[in-house]
């Protein structure tokens, strides 16, 4: 596995607490970029490039997670959610709880044990309020000694191959769209016709924040999301769902959240359906009807900007470990340049 | 990618952003013609507070004006 792709899954960065994250996208893109920045909103922006157009590259870099919000007298840790997680997918979870030191801190979200549960007890999921990691100390004092209230809770660092071209990892949800954003700004030229911007945006999963900030400070004349969409090819989903299958390409966005999020203008979807089909680039179309990416925030800014978004379709998303297919993952990255070069020798 | 839950909290950070005079004006009507007593707004930073009969109903800057 590549060690930058690896580092990104296994890096720390709920939203708001991205530092970490941040450090290595400011790491790989000060060796590719003419010049990189942190924003006052936290984003990293590289820049590279010299000409007419501005054009814009997003991936989030922030993942769901978890902020302590309580400490119980017996040392039992409360928390809230940050960004969409389904309750019951924390139950028994292994978390590292990252302190002020940087330190991880194994948790473990505790459960009542079926034989303790009533009849009804079983049938009702509980829900995350209700729910608390056990650090192994027994009072309060304990815990605030290792770990404060507002220390940011992530799953259980995790990345690996699990067969051929069939990856898996933390946080996938964004940070593989992270590394293809770094491909695509290597392999550009370095005299390359327009201003190219690659900027790892924060908080996109709690309300598509640092697209919104990003967008507006460089205001292109085009922005390309990268992200990762809900892939159908698992049990359990039927293919008027989700259509999109690991390993077939990256996925054009078309409409995301039916319409709420992001519609993609024509004349966008035609350049980048152009793109890939001139270059024999693997990809599908993605309709989606309940999520959407920094590009919904990005294309109502200012007087409007033209946006458009590639999604890398990713099995199990916000959930502590995803599977996904490098072949997608690099398909995304010719997509975006071929569809970078496209916009540039426009009009 | 942001599901739904992200969904709803942009609605309300733009709603936060977006609260005009017009739109004081507009919940103001609202609860006029529900025939409440005439609740007070104040603008301080991001949030709305609105007060009625003296009582804080709101204020988390968001828009559930509760009854
Ligand atoms: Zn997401």
């Given amino acids: ?347 | 990618m942001s599901n739904e839950g992200a969904l709803s909290a942009q609605i309300k950070g733009l709603l936060t952003q977006t609260m005009t005079k017009n739109f004081f004006i507009l919940c103001r009507k609202i609860l006029l013609s529900k025939d409440l007593e005439i609740p007070l707004f104040k603008k301080s930073g991001d949030s709305l507070f609105v007060k009625r009969g003296g009582r804080v109903e709101d204020s988390d800057g968001g828009f559930s004006l509760r009854r």
Avoid: W
């Fill in chain 1, 1 to 347: 596995m590549d060690k930058l792709l690896k580092d990104l899954l296994l890096s720390d960065g709920i939203s708001g607490y991205e530092e970490n994250v941040g450090k290595i996208m400011t790491e790989t893109l000060s060796k590719i970029c003419d010049s990189v920045e942190t924003d006052g909103f936290g984003n990293v922006i590289g820049k590279k490039g010299k000409g007419k157009k501005k054009i814009m590259i997003a991936a989030h870099m922030d993942e769901i997670g978890m902020v302590v919000k309580h400490v119980s007298e017996k040392g039992f840790i409360y928390f809230i959610k940050i960004g969409g997680i389904n309750d019951p997918i924390l139950m028994g979870k292994v978390v590292k709880i990252i302190n002020k030191k940087g330190e991880h801190i194994t948790g473990i979200i505790g459960t009542k044990p079926p034989h303790l549960m009533s009849e009804e007890e079983r049938k009702v999921p509980v829900k995350f309020d209700n729910m608390f990691i056990d650090i192994g100390f027994s009072s309060r004092e304990e815990v605030l000694k290792v770990i404060d209230i507002g220390d940011q809770i992530i799953f259980e660092p995790n990345a690996g191959i699990l067969n051929g071209d069939f990856y898996y990892g933390k946080a996938a949800d964004n940070r593989i769209s992270c590394y293809a954003m770094a491909k695509v700004m290597e392999k550009l030229p370095k005299n390359i016709d327009a201003e190219i911007y690659a900027c790892a945006t924060a908080q996109e999963e709690v309300g598509l924040k640092g697209g919104k900030t990003s967008s507006f400070k460089l205001n292109p004349d085009f922005a390309l999301v990268i992200d990762t969409t809900v892939a159908g090819d698992m049990p359990g989903i039927d293919p008027k769902t989700s259509d999109l299958k690991l390993g077939k390409g990256v996925a054009i966005t078309m409409v995301e959240a039916s319409g709420r999020g992001t519609i993609v203008p024509n004349k966008v979807r035609k350049i980048m359906i152009e793109a890939a089909k001139e270059n024999n680039i693997a990809h599908q179309i993605d309709i989606i009807d309940g999520g959407m990416t920094d590009g919904a925030a990005i294309y109502i800014n200012r007087d409007g900007i033209l946006t458009g978004i590639l999604s890398i379709p990713t099995r199990y998303i916000h959930a502590p470990s995803s599977v996904f297919n490098i072949k997608d993952v690099e398909s995304a990255v010719e997509l975006a340049i071929k569809t970078i070069e496209k916009i540039i020798n426009n009009e």
